[in-house]
């Protein structure tokens, strides 16, 4: 993961993401949709649906806005492939 860095210099710290907004878990690289937090886990489930994922809080930070239109126009071309 690249170091991203604020105008002025300092490190620039994504937010994690709220409950349904799309997020990466760092830990494994994949993206999901942030279903809550139980025990101490954050649960996520892939874009396009299935079985949910437990990661780490601290592992868990916003997509970029390149990665969330990215994300986003996956589901879309997997939905337009199965005519939904």
Same mark, same amino acid.
């Given at each position: 993961m690249e170091t991203q860095t604020k105008q002025d210099g300092r490190p620039y710290t994504p937010a994690?993401? !709220?409950i349904g907004e799309l997020g990466r878990d760092t830990?494994? $690289?994949r993206?999901?949709?942030v279903m809550g937090?139980? !025990?101490g886990r954050v649960q996520m489930r892939p874009v396009q649906? $299935?079985?949910e994922w437990d990661a780490m809080p601290d592992n868990v930070?916003?997509?970029r806005a390149r990665e969330e239109l990215s994300a986003r126009l996956?589901?879309?071309n997997h939905n337009s492939r199965l005519g939904v």
């Open positions: 994690r993401p !709220g830990a494994s $690289g993206v999901g949709v937090e139980i !025990g649906g $299935g079985i930070v916003a997509l996956a589901v879309k």
